[in-house]
């Protein structure tokens, strides 16, 4: 396991060094954002341009762009939305705000989403299933942005219950700033209850109608103590670490929330480097999303040995 897994991140690491060259040498290919004339910070810009080879070949400007990541940590200065700033402090200002609001979402969307795929699973082909399973079908096939706008009709325009946009400011455990994430967060909850609802409903009735379930029940069991003590622990293998992909997978798809709620976080900013464009930023901005694309991939097939000692991915019988 140790070995497979040494040798899964060193794929992933090649990946992302792939990635982020096609990336890079895509932008390049591109004339830099214009500087305006007369800013102090023109000259500054100008200068490390120079000192990043924008005159040198692609794979020249390439190893000097990683050259300053490993050396000095230095991802470059904003060329355009956030003139003469330095890239990383942009970065980590705006990346708390999108893991606040993603985490809130998968921390009530976990329980939510399995407790319906189980009462789906205990009421299999009942009027109760069936209703859950047609919402489910139909709640993944709508995007979150659909669900944003509705939110922000019923719940801000008519009800009046929570602002139209998130609060500024970094008071991200304060009361006010909480009910202003509370639209933003229910936007991004939806398809991911609907898919915790699915797998958990399918993994179950596959494992309460499996022999060693009908064995429990002969030796006593009742239904409610065979389900949480043996089908339950079985679903546990796929249940966990969806979880993991489940995240990621809001994480990677709030860019249009945090448009809609003005969200202050790294979604917006990717957003707003294409628009900019901000290479640098834009850059940044790719490493990330890549790298925690990759890593939840390592993750969820590594928790699959963790969680079931019988799976031992990359073992020779």
Not at 99 to 107: A, D, E, K
Not at 172 to 187: D, G, N, Q, R, T
């Amino acid at each position: 396991m140790f070995r497979y897994s040494l040798r899964r991140i060193g794929l992933m690491l090649i990946n992302l060094l792939i990635i982020t060259y096609m990336c890079f040498a895509l932008i390049r290919m591109l004339p830099p954002p214009e500087l305006p004339q007369g800013d102090p910070h023109t000259t500054v810009i100008m200068e490390r341009r120079e000192a990043m080879g924008y005159n040198k070949p692609i794979p020249v400007q390439f190893g000097l762009f990683l050259n300053g990541i490993f050396t000095r940590g230095d991802w470059g200065i904003s060329d355009k939305l956030y003139f003469g700033q330095d890239v990383a402090t942009i970065f980590t200002s705006k990346l708390p705000a999108s893991m606040i609001v993603n985490l809130y979402s998968i921390i009530w969307t976990i329980p939510v989403g399995i407790a319906l795929g189980i009462w789906a699973a205990l009421k299999k082909n009942t009027w109760i299933d069936h209703t859950i399973s047609t919402l489910t079908m139909v709640v993944i096939s709508v995007p979150s942005f659909v669900y944003a706008f509705l939110i922000q009709y019923v719940l801000c325009y008519k009800l009046g219950w929570f602002p139209f946009l998130m609060k500024g400011g970094s008071d991200y455990f304060s009361w006010e700033m909480f009910k202003s994430m509370v639209p933003a967060v229910l936007s991004l909850s939806f398809g991911v209850i609907a898919g915790f609802t699915r797998v958990t409903r399918a993994e179950l009735t596959e494992v309460l109608t499996s022999e060693f379930m009908l064995l429990a029940r002969t030796k006593g069991l009742t239904r409610r103590q065979a389900t949480i003590r043996h089908a339950f622990k079985n679903c546990m293998v796929v249940i966990v670490p969806s979880i993991f992909g489940e995240f990621i997978s809001i994480l990677s798809g709030s860019f249009i929330i945090e448009r809609i709620f003005s969200i202050p976080g790294v979604g917006q900013l990717y957003l707003n480097a294409i628009n900019g464009p901000d290479y640098p930023i834009f850059m940044m901005d790719t490493v990330f999303y890549t790298t925690i694309g990759l890593a939840a991939g390592i993750v969820v097939d590594i928790s699959y040995g963790f969680i079931d000692p019988r799976i031992r991915m990359g073992s020779k019988k």
